[in-house]
């Protein structure tokens, strides 16, 4: 059964950083592969994060100018969020 857990969003970006000064070449293909699902996992929730703040900032917006700004701000973080290359 998988439950959800609350991380702050602190440590997530700490954990990601600590992710990303390891060296796993010389370990074990498995390894490599729960590394790389840990870290596309992480990496993906936070772009999410970044996601809901975009779409705030459009709910927020004080003019239909900043409001046409940040909605053209979502939909590119969406896009990248969908297609990532």
């Keep these: 059964m998988d439950k959800n857990v609350l991380i702050p969003l602190s440590l997530v970006n700490q954990i990601i950083d600590l992710l990303c000064c390891w060296n796993i070449l010389g370990y074990d293909e498995s390894v490599q592969e729960d590394y790389n699902e840990v870290f596309d996992a992480l990496s993906h929730k ?3 994060v970044d996601l809901r ?5 459009v ?3 004080k003019t239909e100018h900043d409001r046409f700004i940040a909605r053209m701000e979502y939909l590119e973080q969406k896009r990248m969020l969908k297609n990532p290359f």
């Design 59 to 61: 709910i927020y917006a």
């Design 46 to 48: 936070l772009q999410r």
């Design 53 to 57: 703040e975009s779409y705030s900032k």
